[in-house]
């Protein structure tokens, strides 16, 4: 079964490297969630595929609106409290 996107515009294009289309207005249709633009392809994924093939080259002027943000990935990681370990039972 194709991961491309359920109903896309009849001008657009899909990268056989990523599977993202992209229309005559650089609209870009991600295989999930919404749709960006060819900055947001470039920051997410084109630039750590790296491969021959892309549709999405050139220069992009990426923004931090555009990537996850830094390690990790925006994500906090979650709030722990602190346990005690009854280590009689080991």
């Not at 470039?42 to 609106?65: H, K, L, S």
């Amino acid at each position: 079964m194709s991961s491309t996107p359920k109903s896309l515009p009849a001008n657009c294009q899909t990268c056989q490297v990523c599977g993202a289309s992209i229309d005559s207005e650089d609209k870009v249709y991600f295989n999930y969630g919404p749709t960006g633009s060819r900055e947001r392809l470039y920051a997410r994924v084109c630039r750590f595929a790296a491969a021959a093939g892309c549709i999405n080259e050139g220069d992009r002027q990426v923004t931090a609106d555009d990537n996850y943000g830094k390690a990790g990935f925006g994500l906090a990681p979650p709030v722990s409290e602190p346990f005690d370990i009854d280590r009689r039972a080991a």
